[in-house]
């Protein structure tokens, strides 16, 4: 149970974001496919599933293929449990972690050890640092933050920023909303859709 590779997949959602991604309303897509609105926005919504052949049509539309919006589509579930012991190593002895699979407006990671502390970055959208054991020191807008056990610290999209565990087997918590969402303003040079 929760196991993506068990379950169906969500194929609306790669095509909302395709079709937003090239800035096309749904009634371009169904002119430009065939198919009617409502039915493409049932797709986009799960509440219907294309067939093969009105898949390709709106591939076609999308100057896409069907194969690429399937390799693209969420899995279908509203339920999924990440294991603790799944994980990747890194060459430092770091532990990383995704705290969610597939294509999700979120992503959570977990960070044990040390972080490439030397490496700037700066995130599209808002993130969430919360440190679950250890320490961090967190450089953002000019200024050093230190952060203990318990402690969160949110960025703003657009917020330049580099950290490092200064305690060893800091575990770091990030949530961050995932860089395929435009959810920022025209303050940070993104539009808000």
């Not at 079709?19 to 799960?46: D, H, K, M, W, Y």
């Not at 949530?175 to 808000?192: M, P, S, T, Y």
């Amino acid at each position: 149970m929760g196991d993506h590779k068990e379950q169906p997949l969500r194929v609306g959602a790669a095509v909302r974001r395709r079709r937003r991604a090239l800035e096309l309303t749904l009634a371009v897509v169904a002119q430009r496919s065939g198919l009617s609105v409502p039915f493409l926005s049932q797709v986009e919504n799960e509440r219907a599933r294309p067939s093969r052949s009105s898949l390709e049509r709106v591939a076609d539309a999308l100057g896409t293929t069907a194969i690429e919006l399937l390799a693209a589509a969420d899995p279908a579930c509203s339920v999924d449990v990440v294991r603790a012991d799944e994980g990747e190593g890194c060459a430092s002895g770091a532990r990383t972690r995704p705290l969610v699979r597939g294509h999700h407006q979120l992503h959570a990671t977990e960070f044990v050890g040390d972080h490439e502390e030397g490496r700037e970055l700066q995130h599209r959208n808002d993130k969430l640092m919360y440190v679950a054991d250890g320490a961090v020191e967190v450089e953002a807008e000019g200024r050093a933050h230190r952060l203990g056990r318990g402690d969160t610290m949110y960025l703003t999209g657009g917020v330049r920023h580099r950290w490092r565990a200064t305690v060893p087997d800091t575990r770091v918590i990030v949530v961050e909303v995932a860089d395929h969402i435009e959810a920022l303003e025209e303050r940070h040079g993104f539009r808000r859709r």
